[in-house]
Each structure stands twice: as structure tokens, then as C-alpha cells.
């Protein structure tokens, strides 16, 4: 009897020690020719390793992930390996259709794609929620990625450029967090940028550049969030959103300049294509950002009316209006102004601030740097110069007459026409300023 027991205690603990599942590395063209066939040897958690090369030709094209959680990459990134799918308007071709519902547990990684020519994308995605890192999508005569039917991206170190019409669209999908992007490029595509549609999504660290349309469209959205971002050269909007009934959308810490116009929002019907998830109210936020240097407008409101908030935004140099549509904008808001962020060199892309913006935490109402990123230089300015004359005299007092009550230029910086450090440029500083230099009044005092 003892000895049976100590058998059933032995056979319970075995019973109990868990199944160990070794992963397997397969290597193509190693182990199997072709991508695709090396896809279809793999087991869930395998992974699939493409050596450095040109891939093309049946099996390295119009590939299926099979619906397995397996992690698909290039050997030693988008650098050495390319999948060159010769796609023609006779004979098109995509590099992956992902189409049998596979989920974060499917990866892709390191690859090159280029030569697509289809209807969708270089990538679709189809009811299928893959990661996709570290890709370079380029010079295809589709889409970058397209994804519809209720897919979800994960975009992580992808740059996705020079491809038809848009570099990413997403429709349909369903998610509160349906097209998460970070640490991505999007620029030089055709048309839009990344366009957004009855979708949520959240941008963070993302540069979207010099794309033919807009740089980005969010369109009949459920909520979407973009946080520092870089939006510049677009030809059309940087960033273009629509709302509908309940979508809500955040901009904050964003850097949107030298497009057409910098943000334009406004309501707009809703396209119904799926269920949209709750939200319980329709508000835009656009918050801490600097939206400067447009050719056109800064910051529109469409006009139709739904709730919106600014807040400690710097809208500049954009010559058709930098607040447009909003009449309280920035006179009544909290911190929003209207003064040139001082980038420390435009020319040759550097858009970090210097240390005497008025976009620097030190220098503005609400003590946060402003925009994407933060302070990158060292510049000086004299107290008093408003003008920025390399003197201070009588010229100065006209300087900020003439800005406080004929639309004259700002002070540059502004606080070199604060000489009285109230944290504002008021009929005051004109007084102080014309004591100190005719009256032995008190020093100047700027921030």
C-alpha cells in the first residue's frame, strides 16, 4: 500500500512539472528556399530567419503568415535584407497579405520592401492584428501598409516613405487602441501621410515629412492621440482631423511647422462603417505644442461648433492667421502665444529650441517647454533691446509701442521688452523703460 502511494504521489508531481515547447530558428535560404516556405514549416513561437539578400520571385512575395505567432526577421536588418517584389500594373504583387487574424504574437522585423504594385498595400492587413518593427517600406507603387476589417497596427522603428498615394492607412478597425506608432518616419509618400479613418490610434515620437497631401488625416476617428511629434513640409495640412459625433483627439508636445497650413480641425458627419468605441464627450485638446512657420494659417477651427481647449501652444509666422476661427484665442486662454520659438538651426533640420524661446519652461506662463523637443542652444539677448539693435534707446520705446498698439512685429526676444519682469509686455514697460533711460529710473529688470 505505501508503495502504491509513493507511485501516485510520483505520477501526480510529474503529471504537474509543465510541457517545455523549444522554439526553433529556421533559416531561409538554409533550412528552407523561400520565405514562404519557411513560414509554412514554422510552429507558433518559431522563428523564421532570412539571410542578407535580394529575395524575389514566387515564395518571397504575396506572402501568408499562415495565422502563426511566429517572429519573422531579417537576419541583420532592413539594410541587407530586401524583399524586392517586381510588381508591375500587368502582374501585381504585395510582400505580405496577413489576412488569417494573427495578433502581437506575429512579428515582423528588419526587412526592406519595395517594387509593390497592388490595389492595397506593400503590407495588408486584413481582421489581423500583427507587430510590424524596424522595416523600411519604400518606392512601391501602392500604399505603404493598408489595413482594414478590423485589423490593428503596432508600428515600432519603421520608416515608410516614397510609396502611392499614402504611406499608411488604417479603416475600420474597431480598437481603443487600433494604429499604435512609435519611433517611426512617414515622409516623401505621394499624397497623405498616414491617414486614419473610424479608428483610434496613438502617435508618439513619430516625424511625418514632405508628404505630397497631408501629413496626417484622422478622419470620423474614434480618439486618437498624437504626442511628440515632428510634422514639417507637408503640402497640404500637417495635421488635418474631422470629428464626428463621440471621437475625441489630444495634441500635445508637437512640433508642426513649414506645411501649408499647421492644424486643421473641425466636426464633420460621421462616415459609418463600424461601431465606434464610447467616448463620453467630443473635445479636441491641443496642448503645449508650437505650431509656426506655416504658409498659410497656424491653428484652424473649421467652424462648426463642439467643444475644443488650447493651452500653452505657440502659434507663429503664419501669415494667413496663427489662432483662425477662434476668438479667444490667444488673448483669453491659458498660455497660448503668439512669439517666435527661436529653433537653434532651422537650415539644417535641427528644430530644438534655444535656452531664451518663449517656448523654454523658464520663459513662458505655464513652465513647460513647449513642443517636441527641448532646448538644444545657447543665445543671449539684452534687456531692454526690443528691437534687437544691439542698443537700447529711444527706438526701443517705439518698438514696443508700435507692437502693442499697431500691429507691429513681437519683441525677439520677447522678454527683452519685459523690462519691468511682469511676465508681460503691457504700457508699463514702455513707462519703465522710457524712466530708466531719461529719468535715472531703476535698472532693467527681464526675465
Known amino acids: 500500500m505505501a508503495r502504491f502511494a509513493i507511485i501516485l504521489i510520483f505520477f501526480v508531481l510529474f503529471m504537474a512539472i509543465p510541457t517545455i515547447s523549444l522554439s526553433t530558428i529556421i533559416h531561409v535560404p538554409g533550412d528552407q528556399p523561400t520565405i514562404q516556405d519557411g513560414i509554412g514549416s ?26 502563426k505567432g511566429i517572429y519573422l526577421t531579417g537576419a541583420s536588418g532592413s539594410d541587407t535584407t530586401t524583399i524586392d517584389c517586381q510588381g508591375t500594373s500587368l502582374d501585381p504583387h504585395r510582400a505580405f497579405y496577413i489576412q488569417h487574424g494573427e495578433d502581437t504574437a506575429t512579428v515582423i522585423n528588419g ?22 518593427q524596424n522595416c523600411f517600406i519604400t518606392g512601391n507603387q501602392s500604399l505603404g501598409i493598408y489595413a482594414s476589417g478590423g485589423s490593428s497596427l503596432r508600428l515600432y ?9 499614402y504611406g499608411i492607412y488604417i479603416t475600420n478597425s474597431t480598437g481603443m487602441d487600433s494604429l499604435i506608432m512609435g519611433k517611426c518616419r512617414v515622409l516623401n509618400n505621394s499624397g497623405t501621410g498616414i491617414r486614419i479613418e473610424q479608428t483610434a490610434g496613438v502617435l508618439n515620437n513619430v516625424h511625418v515629412l514632405d508628404n505630397d497631401g497631408d501629413g496626417v488625416q484622422a478622419f470620423w476617428v ?26 475625441a483627439f489630444n495634441i500635445s508636445n508637437c512640433t508642426v511647422v513649414s506645411n501649408d497650413t499647421g492644424i486643421y480641425f473641425d466636426f464633420a458627419p460621421p462616415k459609418i462603417i463600424a461601431p465606434a468605441p464610447e467616448v463620453t464627450a467630443a473635445d479636441g485638446n491641443i496642448i503645449n505644442s508650437i505650431v509656426a512657420f506655416n504658409a498659410r494659417r497656424g491653428i484652424v477651427h473649421g467652424g462648426m461648433v463642439f467643444s475644443y481647449h488650447l493651452e500653452c501652444n505657440d502659434a507663429f509666422g503664419n501669415p494667413d492667421g496663427n489662432y483662425v476661427n477662434m476668438p ?35 520663459y513662458n506662463s505655464c513652465h513647460v517647454d513647449i513642443g517636441y523637443y527641448g532646448i538644444g542652444c545657447t543665445r543671449t539677448f539684452l534687456c531692454g533691446d526690443a528691437n534687437s539693435s544691439g542698443t537700447v534707446n529711444i527706438l526701443d520705446v517705439s518698438y514696443i509701442i508700435n507692437y502693442l498698439y499697431k500691429g507691429g512685429a513681437a519683441p525677439n526676444p520677447w522678454q527683452s521688452a519685459d523690462v519691468n519682469h511682469s511676465w508681460s509686455i503691457n504700457i508699463l514697460d514702455v513707462s519703465y523703460l522710457i524712466n530708466n533711460l531719461y529719468k535715472h529710473g531703476p535698472a532693467l529688470n527681464c526675465p
Open 222 to 247: 474614434s480618439p486618437v492621440e498624437f504626442t511628440y511629434m515632428l510634422v514639417k513640409g507637408n503640402h497640404k495640412n500637417g495635421i488635418r482631423i474631422l470629428q464626428s459625433g463621440l471621437t
Open 111 to 132: 526587412f526592406k520592401i519595395i517594387n509593390a504594385y497592388e490595389k492595397g498595400g506593400a503590407i495588408q492587413c486584413d481582421a489581423s492584428s500583427p507587430i510590424i
Open 42 to 67: 514554422a510552429h507558433n513561437g518559431d522563428t523564421v530567419m532570412v539571410a542578407s539578400g535580394v529575395f524575389t520571385g514566387n515564395g518571397n512575395r504575396d506572402i501568408d503568415l499562415m495565422g
Open 328 to 362: 479667444y484665442y490667444p488673448n483669453d486662454s491659458v498660455g497660448d502665444i503668439s512669439y517666435d520659438p527661436i529653433f537653434c538651426d532651422t537650415t539644417h533640420g535641427d528644430y530644438t529650441i534655444a535656452n531664451i524661446s518663449p517656448c523654454a519652461s523658464a
Open 157 to 165: 522603428g519603421c520608416q515608410i516613405s516614397e510609396n502611392y498615394l
